[in-house]
């Protein structure tokens, strides 16, 4: 039997921001499909984002022909290009069929009032470089790194959910995935798990990951970019709701601004 802590229903009394937030990364990515020709896509979202001061990669992937890309799933939604900041902490990634928004970095993320601000231009000039946009799936995911020093958690066990085969509880590295629908078309998928099974680059002492991302449901569409960015405020919502869930909170009242 595995018990995880729920999503906890959106509450105004959440906190807005915390002193030392565990944001390693926070992204947005939108799949969409368009009648555009495939270099048209390409060429017209550069050009946005090269406007914005952001500098060109040729990503790997890229020397795949497209042909082959487009016939594979796991492959027809992945940037081709990426465009980065000059602080190297903001990118945007693109592909024929999808377009996503990057914060990287420990202590980068700004804020959800200053990070919308560039989403929402990257959203609107999605739209505008694009004829017959349809979107058809977006996901606003948040990668966050507990740092025992930082966050005052020692242990992924720490935190606020409960995990046991038949009656024995699990005290040991864990990595544990479970899945809420809330709202009509918001799922999200809070994925837990201790250091040694998270790859990439992480803080040091980190504790634990919590990885939190709401995505659509599987019928969704969109031409509106006001819609889309409905969407992205809500899910966000449910993203905070969902994180706080699982911090103690004797923790929280430690990090709240």
Same mark, same amino acid.
């Given at each position: ?23 390693? $990364? %926070?992204?947005?990515?939108? @799949? ?9 896509? /390409? ?12 500098? &060109? ?16 799933? =796991? #492959? ?8 980065? =900041? ?12 999808? /377009?996503? *928004? ?9 804020? +959800?009032? $200053?990070?919308? !601000? ?10 505008? %470089? ?6 058809? !799936? /977006? ?13 005052? /958690? ?21 990595? #544990? ?21 998270? @790859? ?7 504790? %634990?990951?919590?990885?939190? $991302? ?6 969704? =569409? =969109?031409?509106? &970019?006001?819609?889309?960015?409905? +969407? ?10 969902? *994180? ?14």
């Amino acid at each position: 039997m595995l018990m995880a802590a729920p999503v906890a229903p959106t509450d105004q009394t959440l906190p807005a921001k915390l002193i030392d937030d565990a944001i390693v $990364e %926070a992204l947005c990515h939108l @799949q969409f499909t368009s009648g555009d020709l495939q270099e048209v896509i /390409i060429g017209r979202i550069s050009d946005f984002a090269v406007k914005r001061g952001f500098f &060109p990669e040729r990503l790997p992937i890229a020397d795949i022909p497209a042909p082959i890309r487009n016939a594979d799933p =796991s #492959l027809r939604f992945q940037p081709t290009i990426q465009f980065r =900041s000059k602080s190297n902490t903001h990118l945007i990634r693109i592909g024929e069929n999808a /377009i996503s *928004f990057h914060v990287t970095g420990v202590k980068q993320y700004p804020g +959800w009032e $200053e990070f919308k !601000k560039p989403l929402k231009d990257v959203v609107e000039g999605l739209f505008k %470089a694009i004829e017959n946009v349809v979107v058809e !799936k /977006i996901a606003l995911r948040y990668i966050n790194a507990i740092v025992r020093e930082r966050h005052f /958690i020692d242990d992924i066990h720490q935190l606020e959910f409960e995990a046991r085969v038949g009656k024995v509880a699990l005290d040991g590295p864990i990595n #544990l995935n479970y899945v809420t629908q809330v709202g009509g078309d918001h799922i999200v998928t809070t994925r837990l798990a201790h250091s040694k099974f998270v @790859q990439g680059s992480l803080p040091p002492n980190t504790s %634990a990951v919590i990885d939190v $991302e709401v995505t659509t449901i599987e019928k969704f =569409s =969109s031409k509106d &970019p006001v819609e889309v960015l409905l +969407w992205v405020e809500k899910a966000h919502n449910f993203e905070k709701s969902a *994180f706080f869930a699982l911090i103690p909170g004797a923790v929280l009242n430690k990090l709240k601004e």
